[in-house]
């Protein structure tokens, strides 16, 4: 079993900065691609960004140059850095992992952390 703990959500105004952190823990053998998505109220969850493994990152378009994923693969965990925060920011943050076992390989979600940007 994997298990995620998130941290670092909270309230900023608009043009703020936060940084995410998501650690896993737990037993298994590698962890491949690692994500965060978020998901605001009414809305469904969406897909921000990953990072495979080796370093290749991807983000969606609404937070492209402004957020920046980045892993420390000794410590197993994910950062997200969000820059010029906006209202349309605001949303529970949650961090996904592919995780190999044994005999499979996982995907694993954490907690969730609130993120809310004020006008």
């Known amino acids: 079993q994997v298990r995620l703990v998130e941290s670092g959500g909270g309230l900023v105004q608009a043009g703020g900065s936060l940084r995410l952190s998501c650690a896993a823990s737990?037993?298994?053998?590698?962890?491949?691609?690692m994500k965060w998505y978020r998901q605001a109220p009414g809305k469904q969850r969406e897909w921000v960004a990953g990072m495979t493994y080796s370093g290749d990152t991807t983000y969606a378009d609404s937070v492209k140059g402004r957020f920046t994923i980045s892993r420390d693969n000794a410590k197993n965990t994910v950062y997200l850095q969000m820059n010029s925060l906006k209202p349309e920011d605001t949303a529970v943050y949650y961090c996904?992992?592919?995780?190999?076992?044994?005999?499979?390989?996982?995907?694993?979600w954490g907690q969730g952390t609130q993120v809310t940007v004020s006008e």
């Open positions: 996904n992992v592919d995780v190999r076992h044994w005999d499979d390989w996982r995907s694993y």
């Open positions: 737990g037993s298994f053998l590698e962890i491949n691609a």
